[in-house]
C-alpha cells in the first residue's frame, strides 16, 4: 500500500520550513526552478511525448490540455518568474487597532500550511501549484492524473532537484506518483496532515472530493459560462468577442460554452453568428427558435443547458431580455464567469450587480478569466464558490490570517 503517511508527515515538516524562509530566499529557489525547467525542455518533452503516446485519441480537447511544447514549457518557467516577482503576501499586517485598556489587537497574513492538489492531465498545474504554494509558505503535495504521470514525475524530479541546489529539502513538494482510485481516496482523508484540498479538472472530479474528502475543499474550474449578447450590443464587435471566447482554447474551463441573444436582435444577429461559429467548426446546439433559424443547429436537450462541453459545441437560446438572460444564467451557471455584450451603461451595471459568478465581464471575452491575466502571476484554479476565495486563486488566496496582540501586563477583569 502506498505510504500517504509518510508523505503526509513530511509535508508537516517542510510546512514549518518554508514557512520559516525569507522572500528573497524563496525568490532565488523559484528563479532556480524556472531556469532548470527550460534547460530540461528536451527531458520533459520526452517524457510528455510517452503520455501522448498512451493518450486515447479520440478525447481531443483532453489531450490538448495534456500536451507540451516547447512553448508551453517556456511559459510554465516564466509563469514560475512572474510568481517569484510578486510581492510576498505572508507576514503583511492588515490592521492595527489600540484598544481603550492600551492592548493593541493586529491580523496579519500567514501561510495555510500544507496544500493538496488532487488534478487531471494538466501538467502545467504541477508546477503553477507548486511555485505558488512555495512563494506563499506553504508544502504541497500533488497527486495528478495517469494520463499525466510520466509528464508530472519528471517536473516533479527537475523542482526538486533544483531546490536541492539552494539547499532546501526536496519534500518541500511532493508528488503522489500511484493513480490508483483508492490511493486518491486515501489522500483526500489526510486531514491529519493536509490543511486545503483543491480539486482541479472536470465535474466528476470535483464531485468525487467533496463526497469523499475529509479535508476542507476549495471547489474549482467547472466553467458552465455564458455571454449575452443585449440588443445594444456592437454585433461585429460580439462576433469576434464571442468566436474567441468559444474557439480560442475550446478545452478549458473559461471558455464560453452557451449564448444568449436578445430576442430583439436575433433576426438579424443569429445568422451573422450562426455562421460564423459553424465556419470556425463549432457544433450549435440550439432552442427551438434558433433550429428554425438554421439548418445546421441540432436540438438542445435539458441536459446541455447543464453542461460545459470543453470542446467545439456551444449551446445557443434566444431570450426575451436582459432579465430573462440572467434568470437562465441563474439556473444553470456553474458560477464560474458570464459576459455581457451591450453599449447600454445601465444595462452593464445590471448585469454586473445580479448575476452571482466569481467573473462578470463586459464587453470581453470569457477568456480573460485567468490568474496571470488577472497580474496574480498563475494560479491554483479558480474557486467558484465564496468561501474562503472566490475567482482565481493566487498567492493570497493560498494565505489565511492570525490575530495577535501586544500588551503590557494587561489583564482581563
Request: hydrophobic residues 40%.
Amino acid at each position: 500500500m502506498y505510504d500517504l503517511e509518510k508523505i503526509g508527515t513530511e509535508a508537516k515538516k517542510m510546512a514549518a520550513y518554508v514557512r520559516r524562509l525569507s522572500a528573497v530566499e524563496k525568490n532565488a529557489a523559484l528563479m532556480t526552478c524556472a531556469d532548470k525547467l527550460e534547460e530540461n525542455t528536451a527531458y520533459i518533452l520526452e517524457e510528455n511525448a510517452k503520455d501522448m503516446a498512451n493518450a486515447d485519441p479520440s478525447r481531443g480537447a483532453f489531450n490538448d490540455r495534456l500536451k507540451l511544447t516547447a512553448e508551453r514549457v517556456k511559459a510554465m518557467a516564466e509563469g514560475i518568474r512572474k510568481v517569484a516577482r510578486q510581492d510576498d503576501p505572508t507576514g503583511e499586517t492588515l490592521y492595527m487597532k489600540t484598544l481603550p485598556n492600551g492592548l493593541q489587537v493586529g491580523e496579519k497574513r500567514v501561510p495555510i500550511g500544507v496544500v493538496g492538489m488532487i488534478y487531471e492531465a494538466r501538467p502545467n498545474v504541477t508546477t503553477d501549484s507548486f511555485a505558488l504554494c512555495f512563494k506563499s509558505g506553504n508544502a504541497c503535495v500533488l497527486r495528478g492524473s495517469k494520463e499525466a504521470i510520466n509528464s508530472n514525475i519528471a517536473l516533479i524530479k527537475i523542482l526538486q532537484d533544483a531546490l536541492a541546489a539552494q539547499n532546501h529539502p526536496r519534500e518541500t513538494v511532493q508528488l503522489i506518483e500511484d493513480t490508483s482510485r483508492e490511493t486518491a481516496r486515501q489522500f483526500m482523508r489526510l486531514n491529519k496532515h493536509i490543511d486545503v484540498l483543491i480539486p482541479r479538472g472536470g465535474a466528476g472530479l470535483i464531485q468525487s472530493t467533496v463526497e469523499n474528502s475529509t479535508i476542507p475543499v476549495i471547489e474549482t474550474g467547472v466553467g458552465n459560462c455564458h455571454i449575452f449578447v443585449d440588443e445594444s450590443a456592437d454585433l461585429d464587435k460580439a462576433v469576434k468577442i464571442i468566436l474567441n471566447a468559444k474557439t480560442q482554447r475550446p478545452s478549458v474551463c473559461n471558455a464560453c460554452e452557451k449564448l444568449l441573444i436578445h430576442s430583439k436582435i436575433a433576426d438579424k444577429f443569429l445568422p451573422q453568428i450562426c455562421d460564423a461559429l459553424h465556419g470556425a467548426g463549432v457544433e450549435i446546439r440550439g432552442c427551438d427558435a434558433v433550429c428554425k433559424a438554421f439548418a445546421h443547429a441540432k436540438p438542445a436537450t435539458a441536459e446541455d443547458w447543464h453542461t460545459e462541453f470543453l470542446d467545439l459545441i456551444i449551446g445557443v437560446k434566444i431570450v426575451e431580455d436582459l432579465h430573462a438572460a440572467i434568470a437562465h444564467i441563474s439556473e444553470y451557471s456553474s458560477g464560474h464567469t458570464e459576459a455581457i455584450l451591450t453599449e447600454n451603461y445601465t444595462n452593464a451595471n445590471a448585469f454586473i450587480d445580479l448575476v452571482d459568478s466569481a467573473a462578470v465581464f463586459v464587453n470581453a471575452s470569457t477568456r480573460f478569466t485567468d490568474g496571470e491575466e488577472f497580474g496574480l502571476g498563475a494560479e491554483v484554479g479558480i474557486s467558484t464558490q465564496k468561501l474562503h476565495t472566490r475567482g482565481p486563486m493566487g498567492l493570497k488566496a493560498l494565505t489565511t490570517t492570525k490575530f495577535f496582540a501586544l500588551g503590557r501586563g494587561q489583564v482581563r477583569e
